[in-house]
Every structure is written in C-alpha cells, then in structure tokens.
C-alpha cells in the first residue's frame, strides 16, 4: 500500500513536467492568434507554426487546419498575396479532408476576399457565388447572407455592372431585415445609392441616402456620418442643385475635421473643387484642389509617420517577447531544478524507477530549450530585417522627396520676382505650369512609395514604350530651364540628327536625367555651362549629361554608386545632398537593362553617359 502512494505520488510530479496543451487549449490559442492582428501579426506566424507542431503530435486534425488558415491571414495582412491564396487553398482543402464543413466554407470565402484585394473582381464574384451554394447547409445565421450579398454587389459596382450591383445590395438589405441588423441596413443603403448615381436615378439614390443619413444622425454614428455628408454633396451636384451640394459638402468638411476621417477632409475639398468648376467659378475651383492635394501630402506624411511608428513598437515589442522568452527560460530552469530535487527525493524509494523516467525528463527538458531557443533565434533575424527596411525606406523617401521640393520653391521665387514686373506674362504662366509639373512628379513618387510591397526599393513594373527624343527633351527644358536661369546657369540641349525616338520606360529615363541634371547644377558656379544631348550610336541610345563642374577625383570614383555617399566636393549654393541620387541612377538603369558611364578629372568637369540598348520590335 505504501509503495503504491509513493508511486502516485512520484507519478503525478512527473505529469506536471513541461505539459503540452490540450485540444480545447490548442482551439482558444487558434482564435487568439487571430485576434492578435493587426498589433502583432507577426507573432501570428510563430502561433501557426506551434499549433501546427503540436496537433501532428496529437493528431488534433482542427488545429492542423486552422494553422493553414492563421498563416493565410499572417502572409494576406503583409500583402503577400500568393502565399496567402495557397495556405487558404491548404485550409479549405483540409476542410474537406477532415470533414470541417466551415472550414471549407470560410477557406472559399478567405480566397474571394485575396481576389478583391488584387483587384480580380470577376473571378472574386465567381466564387462568392460558389459559396453561396454552401451557407444554406452550413450556417443557420441569415446575416452571413446579407454579408455574402454584399460582397458580390460590391464586386459588381467595381466592374460597372450597376444593374446587377442594385439588386445584389437589395438582397443584403432584405437578408438584413430579416435579422434585424438595422446597422449594416444603413450601410448597405449608402452603398446602392452610389450606384443609383452611376444609373442617373437621383430620385431613388436621394431616398436611400437620406434614410441611412436619418439613421446614424440618429443613432450618432459619427464615421457613417462622414460618408453620408459626402454623397449627399455629390448627389445634389449631379443634379444640379449646387447651394445643397455646398452645404452638405462643407458640412463634411467639417464634420471630418471633428472624427477620425481626417483623410475625408481631402474629398469633401475635391468636392467642392468639382462643385465650382460646375459653376465655371475656376479661381475657386483651383483654391480648393490646391488644398485637396495639400491634405492628401499631409495625410500620406501623417500615414507614413505611423507606419515608421508602428514598425519601431513592432521592433520593441518582439524584443519584449524576446526578453520574456528568456525570463520564461530562467523561470523554467528554476522549476525543473524544483523537479528534479523531488525526483531525487523520490528516487531513494524508488531507485529504479527514478533511472528511467530521469533519462526520458532530460532528453525532453534539452528538446524544448531548443525549440525555444529557435523561436528566439527567428525573432532575432525579424528584428533585424523590420531594422533594415525602416533604414532603406526612410533614406529612399529623405531623397526622391527633396529633390521636387526644392524644384517648387525656385520655381515660387522665380514667379514671385516676374509678378513684381508684369503679372500677366507669357513667362509668368509658363512658370506656374512647370510648378503644377513638379509638383505632379513629387506627388506621383510619393504614391508609387505607397505602393511598396517590401522593405527593398521597388517600382512599378518596367514598361518599354516608344520616346519621342523631342518631346522628351522640351520637357527637361521646361523642367529646368528656370531654376537653371535663377543660378545664372546655360543649360544647352543638342539632339542628334538620327535620334527621333527610343524604346525604353519613360518615367525611370526621366528620373534618371533629372536626378544627373539636379547634380551638375548643384556642383556647378554661376556663369558655368551644362549640356544634355541626345543622338544614337552602334550600341544604342545615348542620353549624356556633362558639366564644367569642380569634376571628382580617381580616389573617389568608385565609391560613387554607393548609397549614403558624400564626396569632398560640396554643392555652390544653399542645395542639400544626402548621397544617395546616383545610388538611385544606377538602381534604375540596372532594372532597365541600360548602361551607365562616368568620365571625370578633377577641375575638367564630369560626363555621365546612360546607354540604352536599341530594342528589335519584330523579334519573337
């Protein structure tokens, strides 16, 4: 009797030592990792791959599953959208495997979803339909319906199929009213009233619009409010009731300002940008677009500034974790320190059996501290990847930012000294439009950065179009010829008798020449002359920068495409340089395919040489 209580009692020691969770544990840790986006999407990663571990051990086939499902979301929510499709293929596909019909069902609708992200409305419509099929026999709950209704009419009001958009948000409003969702009633209302515009049915767009405005004016719900606001303003001006249309558009101004849609502001000046160029009140018209573009600059600044922050808390926090990890570590060491003293205590009752089950608590304690130690290993490598891609994205924006910047404010003193003289010159109107240029180009860059998918410097995909040489070179002479005046330089433009045109993607050779031109003028003393010519060669297209500049010394040379670089030379005015343009240059003329040449003395000025390699239009 006595050894079997030592026995339960040694027994029960040992089932406390380093216990993996349960099945009900593993299905709370499932939507736990779920719920921890978007603050910790990172650490969604680490849960999948533990639960995944951990019900292979169990044959625990709902956690295996759903893991797919969590990494789905982890590679979605970072816009790794072809990662994201094959792990909710994963998801569905075990669904059916296992027999976990919602499972199958929330796979399909995790795929359409990934679709409409990508912009695949057609395909994202296709399958909503197909899982339509499937909710009557897997939920009971008739909102899922209104939801799936919904997104197929959305998907239709992308792809201009008004008609069919205007019945499939009728059906979400008749499913919602079948489960008394007064809420997402209104929102569905807001929703066919847009495309009661694009029809032209303004009487019934007006009826909708105004009930889902009643509603949350009612109910107080201030962001639907905001929307509200803005397509009343619309409404009224397609009809051509503009005091209404200003009234309500000013009022969503206002209203923008006081919640948290401060990016509304931007539409509702747009609106009212809109609303005086109806009127043909076009100073007004280009006060209130000027400052729509003010507020998006600054909202992108203010969304970029966040995004910098969040990314700083994302490094701090997985270095939190990381520090818990090995406090947990210390605490466990204790605690199988705890152990192993009652099992040596319990070995002298019962020696024998104490051998084996020391040997099997060993070998699993060496397991799990190196498992841990992997975790904390990955985190490590993240934290160090998160490091380099706030670095490379912050010194890509300091440059390609400045650049048009200090191209306006030439520009605006150059056009304030020629008002003084006569406002209404032909030179007067020419300098305003190279500033709508400039700023245009500034306000494209900052929205192709936006699109950036990585922590690496990436642009659009590259393009191969025709460039007509003349055209191309007229725009660098609007682009510079003032502020090239303003210092008191000769910008001179040659082209060559045989360079009509060239294939190559225009806006990355545009970058390319501006930056190039922004160096010479920058390291170039007043009176001093700057060429750019154009003409074709046996290897192809030539477009040529050179300067009388202080030229670059040998010992400098090959340094000069590195980014970050600043060399002993320093520019004659008041211009900044951070050292990275010409890193940019050849980024680009490296993803283009083209060559870029260099030749400089010091004190006999510099010759940057890009060559573009001649495209044969009837190969392949």
């Known amino acids: 009797m006595k050894s079997a209580f030592l026995f339960a009692f040694f027994w029960t020691n040992l089932c406390g030592f380093s216990q993996e969770p349960d099945t009900n544990s593993l299905k709370a840790l499932i939507h736990h990792a779920i719920c921890l986006y978007p603050d910790k999407t990172d650490s969604v990663q680490y849960y999948a791959s533990y639960i995944a571990t951990v019900s292979e051990k169990k044959s625990f086939n709902y956690g295996k599953t759903?893991?797919?499902?969590?990494?789905?979301?982890?590679?979605?929510?970072?816009?790794?959208?072809?990662?994201?499709?094959?792990?909710?293929?994963?998801?569905?596909?075990?669904?059916?495997?296992?027999?976990?019909?919602?499972?199958?069902?929330?796979?399909?609708?995790?795929?359409a979803d990934v679709?409409?992200?990508?912009?695949?409305?057609?395909?994202?419509?296709?399958?909503?339909?197909?899982?339509?099929?499937?909710?009557?026999?897997?939920?009971?709950?008739?909102?899922?319906?209104?939801?799936?209704?919904?997104?197929?009419?959305?998907?239709?009001?992308?792809?201009?199929?008004?008609?069919?958009?205007?019945y499939y948000y009728l059906k979400a409003?008749?499913?919602?009213?079948?489960?008394?969702?007064?809420?997402?009633?209104?929102?569905?209302?807001?929703?066919?009233?847009?495309?009661?515009?694009?029809?032209?049915?303004?009487?019934d767009a007006e009826t909708y619009l105004k009930?889902?405005?009643?509603?949350?004016?009612?109910?107080?719900?201030?962001?639907?409010?905001?929307?509200?606001?803005?397509?009343?303003g619309r409404l009224y001006l397609l009809k051509g009731d503009f005091k209404n249309s200003e009234n309500y558009y000013r009022t969503g101004l206002v209203h923008a300002r006081l919640t948290t849609l401060k990016f509304k502001q931007a539409d509702a000046l747009n609106g009212l940008s809109a609303l005086y160029k109806s009127t043909n009140n076009f100073k007004k018209a280009l006060e209130y677009k000027l400052k729509a573009d003010s507020v998006y600059w600054r909202s992108a600044n203010e969304i970029k500034a966040q995004n910098f922050k969040?990314?700083?808390?994302?490094?701090?926090?997985?270095?939190?974790?990381?520090?818990?990890?090995?406090?947990?570590?210390?605490?466990?060491?204790?605690?199988?320190?705890?152990?192993?003293?009652?099992?040596v205590v319990n070995a002298l009752v019962l020696f024998v059996i104490l051998l084996g089950i020391a040997y099997y608590g060993n070998a699993k304690k060496k397991k799990l501290l190196s498992a841990k130690n992997d975790i904390i290993s990955q985190q490590n490598e993240q934290l160090s990847k998160l490091n380099e891609e706030k670095n490379m994205l912050i010194g890509y924006l300091s440059h390609d930012l400045a650049t048009p910047l200090v191209n306006i404010l030439l520009c605006t003193r150059s056009m304030a000294e020629e008002f003084k003289k006569n406002p209404a010159t032909?030179?007067?109107?020419?300098?305003?439009?190279?500033?709508?240029?400039?700023?245009?180009?500034?306000?494209?860059?900052?929205?192709?950065?936006?699109?950036?998918?990585?922590?690496?410097?990436?642009?659009?995909?590259?393009?191969?179009?025709?460039?007509?040489?003349?055209a191309f070179a007229d725009k660098i002479k609007?682009?510079?010829?003032?502020?090239?005046?303003?210092?008191?330089?000769?910008?001179?433009?040659?082209?060559?008798?045989?360079?009509?045109?060239?294939?190559?993607d225009e806006n990355r050779v545009m970058r390319i020449v501006e930056n190039l031109l922004s160096n010479a003028y920058k390291f170039s003393e007043p009176g001093k002359r700057v060429w750019f010519s154009i003409r074709k060669e046996q290897a192809g297209t030539v477009l040529q920068v050179r300067?009388?500049?202080?030229?670059?010394?040998?010992?400098?040379?090959?340094?000069?495409?590195?980014?970050?670089?600043?060399?002993?030379?320093?520019?004659?005015?008041?211009?900044?340089?951070?050292?990275?343009?010409?890193?940019?240059?050849?980024?680009?003329?490296?993803?283009?395919?083209?060559?870029?040449?260099?030749?400089?003395?010091?004190?006999?000025?510099?010759?940057?040489?890009?060559?573009?390699?001649?495209?044969?239009?009837?190969?392949?």
């Not at 240029?437 to 192709?448: C, D, L, N, V, W």
């Open 66 to 111: 759903y893991s797919n499902r969590l990494k789905g979301t982890y590679h979605r929510f970072n816009d790794n959208f072809d990662s994201a499709i094959i792990y909710y293929q994963k998801f569905r596909a075990d669904g059916i495997k296992y027999q976990i019909p919602e499972a199958k069902w929330l796979g399909t609708i995790d795929v």
């Open 115 to 166: 679709y409409m992200n990508i912009g695949q409305y057609e395909y994202a419509k296709n399958i909503y339909f197909s899982v339509l099929k499937l909710t009557d026999s897997i939920v009971t709950n008739r909102r899922e319906f209104g939801h799936l209704y919904n997104a197929i009419a959305g998907a239709y009001q992308y792809m201009a199929l008004y008609d069919s958009a205007k």
């Open 173 to 203: 409003i008749e499913s919602d009213a079948y489960s008394n969702d007064t809420i997402r009633i209104a929102e569905r209302k807001s929703n066919l009233s847009e495309v009661l515009m694009f029809q032209g049915n303004y009487r």
């Open 211 to 232: 009930e889902s405005f009643v509603f949350n004016r009612r109910n107080n719900l201030v962001d639907a409010l905001g929307y509200n606001y803005l397509n009343l």
């Open 310 to 343: 969040a990314m700083e808390e994302r490094h701090n926090k997985l270095k939190k974790e990381q520090e818990n990890y090995e406090l947990y570590l210390s605490l466990e060491n204790e605690s199988e320190n705890r152990r192993e003293l009652i099992l």
């Open 426 to 470: 032909e030179k007067s109107r020419r300098i305003l439009k190279n500033m709508e240029e400039t700023a245009e180009s500034g306000y494209g860059f900052i929205r192709k950065v936006l699109t950036v998918e990585s922590g690496e410097y990436r642009l659009s995909k590259i393009s191969s179009e025709q460039v007509d040489v003349a």
């Open 478 to 504: 609007q682009h510079f010829s003032e502020s090239f005046e303003q210092k008191n330089l000769r910008l001179i433009i040659e082209l060559g008798k045989e360079a009509n045109f060239f294939h190559s």
């Open 547 to 620: 300067d009388e500049g202080p030229g670059i010394a040998q010992a400098e040379q090959h340094k000069l495409f590195q980014p970050y670089t600043k060399l002993s030379n320093k520019p004659t005015g008041e211009e900044g340089s951070n050292g990275l343009g010409l890193f940019i240059v050849k980024r680009l003329a490296d993803e283009m395919g083209a060559r870029l040449e260099l030749k400089s003395e010091q004190g006999a000025g510099t010759i940057f040489s890009l060559i573009i390699p001649t495209v044969n239009m009837h190969a392949g």
